[in-house]
């Protein structure tokens, strides 16, 4: 697509129910990105896919967080049990090939999933 | 480990005057540099980005941003602030680290342009 899509684009859980965020990056994108924005604050780094794979897992929060890529394409954020804390945005991001030496492409972010639990 | 700073949590300038959004950086390698702008509910916007080449990068919306490599900088510039310049910006950074790289964001600087 023209952009990065995300949905749902708001969220009202109640807590202890699963969430599943899902995000579609610009076409021909292999690098996919999730942060977390809580209100007013900066970017927190949740997971990295490079095509299907996740080398780089470090920033989830918790067992309860959970992604998945498929088709190197579509990405899912999954929350499980979700928690108050857990309220925030969360952003998905995608650029083209990203590895040692071809790092100067830029990212470009969906409008964001906005989670509140209840 | 690299790491992004910005300084200031709020700036304030008049309609009309230039403003200057502060970022520091501290990469092992090579920096790539970025500078996105967030408005209110809304996702982040790419405004500019240095990779190599002129120290001097020109970007959307009339910015600019001067990569400074001796005090590792990456200032953004407007030569005149508008009021819907006010908006959330946030300076970030791409290192390498072993065969993949990620983006690391500064805090965010809330910027107001007061009419």
């Known amino acids: 697509g023209a952009g990065v899509s995300q949905s749902p684009s708001n969220k009202v859980t109640e807590k202890g129910k699963d969430v599943e965020l899902r995000c579609d990056p610009i076409s021909g994108h292999t690098a996919l990105y999730w942060y977390r924005q809580s209100l007013g604050q900066g970017l927190e780094f949740l997971i990295y896919?490079?095509?299907?794979?996740?080398?780089?897992k470090s920033g989830l929060p918790s067992d309860r967080f959970s992604a998945e890529r498929t088709g190197g394409s579509v990405s899912t954020l999954t929350i499980q049990r979700t928690q108050q804390e857990d309220s925030a945005v969360y952003l998905c991001?995608?650029?083209?090939?990203?590895?040692?030496?071809?790092?100067?492409?830029?990212?470009?972010f969906g409008e964001g999933s906005w989670l509140t639990v209840v | 480990a690299q790491s992004v700073a910005q300084p200031e949590d709020q700036v304030n300038v008049a309609e009309g005057n230039p403003l200057t959004v502060k970022c520091t950086y501290s990469v092992s390698g090579n920096p790539y540099l970025f500078w996105y702008v967030q408005y209110p509910n809304r996702g982040l916007q790419f405004l500019l980005k240095?990779?190599?080449?002129?120290?001097l990068v020109k970007g959307s919306y009339g910015f600019e941003a001067e990569f400074n490599k001796s005090q590792t900088s990456f200032h953004l510039k407007k030569p005149s602030a508008l009021v819907s310049d006010s908006a959330l910006y946030f300076c970030a950074v791409r290192d390498v680290v072993t065969s993949y790289d990620k983006v690391i964001f500064g805090p965010g600087t809330s910027l107001s342009v007061i009419p």
């Open positions: 240095y990779i190599t080449g002129d120290n």
């Open positions: 896919f490079q095509g299907n794979s996740a080398p780089d």
């Open positions: 991001a995608s650029s083209l090939v990203s590895f040692r030496g071809l790092s100067g492409n830029t990212i470009y």
